[in-house]
């Protein structure tokens, strides 16, 4: 650590120990990774890197998971250093692309580093905003690849939530980087947090008293079934309305959050006729920067609003929750129901923090949030220099209770950090462009995952060495190491087969050829005592049939931990694909394979439509219907609205690409959905967004979001199309079309 020098101050802050070590390091040319809870001031760290190097001149990127955050961002900038010195990129945004303080997605960084890093040469710091998204299943590798192919003598910071392993993700960066990145951690909470469990009949109380109670009640039921009143949002606001607003209600579902909001606006007013009329002002303030706006929610939102009532979530247009936001940041909301997204990166901290349950929907099944899911939105709880403390209160329903259900809210049990790298066709085609087979196969032993499992696999290799030491005399009898551990390879992949058997003389055959290989390793044990009767080894052979159960244990698992293996697979196996497609031709792009290789996510579909010439032929309209199909992901139970447009071509395309992926992987990443299609198509035509909205089946937010991944693809392909003027002019009509009114992002 370095010797800190008098107290600083930054902004009028006095900064804190781990902000000012961080800083000092900074100052120091370091890069830096800080982990602290949620709502401490990490960003001011980031504030600090922006401001230096904008007066020395330097260029500095900071990067965000989300779009939301990158808009907010860019607004804040620009009132510090004004309009030319801030743009933003976020692949559907391009502001003033050449700033130097460039604020944009994770994504469009990495594919900067990949297909031009020139524009990125001079950049001086990079910053990781909520870096502990590389664990995220769909886009955490993103952020592995941007610290992969980031230049050595590119700076970073990376702001993470409190992690445990935060140490091996700094040694996995300076082995990377090949230099040595300064790890800050703080587990102060200048507003400390306390936490409680709700319930109706017991108030605040801890998961001990529950289960006392639970046990009590289920006794008295000889059904096992409980029927107590249930405890609602209302009980938990009744108790808390008098000492603990303003209050961010975490709701796990948008439907709730609407209706909670309609329910408790029957029963509570929160503001006096003065913040009434302040809630009317910040309103027209805010509307003033949109168009004019048709929402089938505004009324029932603005009758609430009044009230100081809120809901936030992203099936919301952009401009609705633009006012929620400044309504809550200006103290004018006392209660809002909000989905988890509220508790990302934005910083609206509050006195109170509340769950409506304990489990969310992720997509695919119901289950508990984890510990750190926990923290990130309880830790908006207390307000620095406000509340001498903050408060996170979770709602129980006995009649669902399962105590296994819960996090822990010990935030010394948050889980660790795992890598989730997994290579793209993108990936892949930008590997093979600007890297030899040599090198490609070293990068790809470079990622968290792999030096992650490396560690580990240090000790499971001393384990198996260590039985091998009992094992020896065994050995020996097999004809060495070699055909040992072949001999047990076999059985474990022959009993893995007959786990997935079902046919009656696959069964057959695979037990006795198992049968054989165990005869065989129960031959060398026998030969190890060649003057005993095998009656009398009955014991020795069971626990040597143990030993080789336990090594067999061990071989799996450092199977497991070699994951740069699955890797070179991946990589194989997809790269041969390409090859069928005809992107790669002896290790160089093709025309098509250059194209893809500037496509980021479906860049099959989209190379394969472009390559059949379909972008020069469908009218833009129906282009753009075409385009947001693409990848579209239908919400459960959203029917599709019919059309008459012909998707005959890309249909073919895409089930030609869907076969042909299941034969080669086993498994397909291309998507078509064409349920809101005939919408873009309407949109497209000049159709109002409120006429829209009466047919669709989906949320307005759903909507521009799905409209705006359109644009954001017809960006890419405009981008990669080359030199054709015709196609770059069509192109450009076809964003603007789709790119007005509710849809345009106003910043």
């Not at 003033?96 to 031009?116: G, K, Q, S, V, Y």
Request: aromatic content about 10%; hydrophobic content about 40%.
């Amino acid at each position: 650590m370095t010797e800190h020098t008098a107290t600083r101050t930054y902004r009028g802050y006095v900064l804190d120990p781990f902000q000012q070590e961080a800083v000092d390091y900074i100052d120091e040319n370091k890069s830096v990774l800080v982990a602290a809870p949620t709502g401490v001031g990490k960003t001011l760290i980031a504030d600090y890197i922006i401001e230096k190097i904008y007066r020395e001149g330097g260029r500095v990127v900071y990067t965000a998971p989300i779009k939301a955050l990158s808009n907010q961002k860019f607004r804040e900038f620009k009132g510090v250093v004004g309009e030319e010195g801030v743009g933003i990129l976020t692949g559907d945004v391009v502001i003033n692309p050449d700033a130097p303080i460039l604020i944009m997605t994770t994504e469009i960084f990495r594919n900067m580093l990949h297909e031009d890093p020139e524009r990125v040469r001079d950049v001086r710091y990079v910053i990781f905003d909520e870096i502990h998204y590389i664990d995220d299943p769909e886009r955490g590798s993103v952020w592995e690849e941007s610290l992969i192919f980031m230049p050595p003598s590119m700076r970073f910071l990376g702001l993470s939530a409190t992690i445990p392993n935060v140490d091996q993700l700094a040694s996995w960066i300076s082995e990377v980087q090949q230099q040595e990145v300064k790890v800050v951690t703080n587990f102060h909470r200048v507003v400390p947090l306390k936490h409680a469990l709700f319930e109706r009949s017991l108030g605040f109380t801890n998961m001990r008293a529950l289960q006392k109670k639970y046990r009590r009640l289920a006794g008295q039921n000889p059904s096992g079934r409980l029927e107590v009143p249930a405890t609602t949002h209302l009980d938990l606001i009744s108790a808390i309305k008098e000492e603990y607003l303003p209050c961010l209600f975490f709701t796990f579902s948008r439907c709730k959050c609407e209706s909670n909001a309609l329910e408790l606006g029957e029963e509570e007013d929160f503001l006096d006729r003065q913040q009434k009329q302040q809630v009317s002002q910040v309103i027209d303030e805010v509307l003033e920067r949109y168009p004019a706006m048709e929402s089938g929610r505004w009324p029932h939102l603005r009758r609430l609003l009044m009230k100081g009532i809120a809901y936030h979530h992203a099936g919301m247009l952009p401009v609705l929750k633009d006012i929620v936001e400044e309504l809550f940041t200006r103290r004018l909301i006392a209660v809002l129901y909000c989905t988890e997204t509220f508790a990302v990166g934005l910083n609206f901290p509050c006195k109170t923090v509340c769950f409506d349950s304990s489990t969310k929907w992720d997509g695919m099944t119901f289950r508990p949030i984890s510990n750190r899911e926990y923290f990130q939105m309880a830790g908006r709880a207390g307000r620095r220099g406000i509340d001498p403390e903050g408060f996170a209160f979770m709602l129980v329903d006995l009649n669902y209770f399962d105590p296994s259900q819960f996090p822990s809210m010990n935030e010394a049990e948050v889980e660790p950090l795992q890598s989730q790298f997994s290579l793209t066709y993108n990936s892949i085609l930008n590997l093979v462009k600007n890297y030899s087979e040599e090198e490609i196969y070293r990068i790809l032993g470079q990622n968290f995952a792999t030096y992650q499992a490396s560690a580990e696999r240090q000790g499971v290799l001393v384990e198996m060495e260590l039985l091998e030491e009992e094992l020896a005399p065994y050995i020996k009898h097999m004809r060495g190491r070699e055909r040992f551990i072949s001999t047990l390879r076999q059985r474990l992949d022959l009993e893995r087969q007959l786990n997935t058997a079902y046919n009656k003389r696959t069964r057959t055959r695979l037990k006795r050829e198992i049968r054989a290989l165990t005869q065989r390793l129960d031959s060398a044990f026998y030969r190890a005592y060649p003057g005993r009767e095998r009656a009398s080894l009955r014991r020795e052979n069971r626990r040597y049939r143990r030993k080789l159960k336990a090594y067999e244990r061990l071989l799996l698992r450092e199977q497991a931990l070699n994951p740069l293996e699955r890797y070179i697979q991946e990589f194989e196996d997809k790269k041969a694909l390409l090859e069928t497609l005809g992107y790669l031709e002896q290790d160089q792009l093709t025309s098509a394979g250059l194209f893809a290789s500037q496509i980021h996510g479906h860049e099959l579909m989209l190379t394969e439509v472009f390559m059949e010439g379909l972008f020069h032929t469908y009218p833009p309209a129906e282009l753009n219907a075409a385009l947001v199909a693409v990848g579209y992901e239908p919400r459960k139970n959203e029917f599709r609205i019919k059309h008459r447009l012909d998707f005959g071509p890309i249909l073919r395309i895409y089930h030609g690409l869907l076969k042909l992926e299941q034969n080669m992987l086993g498994y397909t990443t291309v998507r078509f959905y064409d349920h809101v299609a005939a919408l873009a198509y309407r949109w497209s035509n000049g159709e109002s967004f409120t006429k829209l909205i009466e047919e669709a089946s989906v949320d307005e937010g759903d909507l521009v979001f799905a409209f705006r991944r359109g644009i954001d693809l017809l960006r890419q392909v405009r981008n990669a199309a080359g030199d054709d003027p015709v196609l770059h002019e069509k192109l450009r009509e076809c964003i603007s079309l789709m790119d007005r009114d509710e849809v345009s992002i106003w910043l």
